[in-house]
Nanobody, 127 residues
Framework: QVQLAESGGGSVQASGSLRLSCVVS????????IVWFRQPPGKAREGLAA????????YYADFVKGRFTISQDNAKRTVYLQMDNLKPEDTALYYC????????????????????WGQGTQVTVSS
């Protein structure tokens, strides 16, 4: 079993920044890849970025490249999502998720590849 706890969401004005945190605990084999998703109001969930748990490669959706950065602090068992130059369309519920399959196998940005979800943290960007 894997447990995920997100924090760091909030309200920010356009062009501002936020850093989301996801504390990861539990089974090592079930969290080979940590993925950040979001779900805007009335829309489908979409994958944003992924990172190999414990160190290694990172992956990004094209529409967040250059604005979002995924990183991790192994000592704190925490994965971060730094979000810069935020736009109103970034308003969504943001989720941390884990999959036992490596990030470079299959489709990391598909919600159907996820084994465990966090509870989500709300991000609201005003114009």
């Amino acid at each position: 079993q894997v447990q995920l706890a997100e924090s760091g969401g909030g309200s920010v004005q356009a062009s501002g920044s936020l850093r989301l945190s996801c504390v990861v605990s539990g089974s090592t084999s079930s969290r080979n890849c940590i993925v950040w998703f979001r779900q805007p109001p009335g829309k489908a969930r979409e994958g944003l970025a992924a990172i190999k748990s414990g160190g290694g490669g990172s992956y990004y959706a094209d529409f967040v490249k250059g604005r979002f950065t995924i990183s991790q602090d192994n000592a704190k068992r925490t994965v971060y999502l730094q979000m810069d130059n935020l736009k109103p369309e970034d308003t969504a519920l943001y989720y941390c998720a884990a999959r036992g399959t490596a990030c470079n196998i299959g489709i990391w940005y598909s919600e159907y590849s996820i084994d465990t979800w966090g509870q989500g943290t709300q991000v609201t960007v005003s114009s």
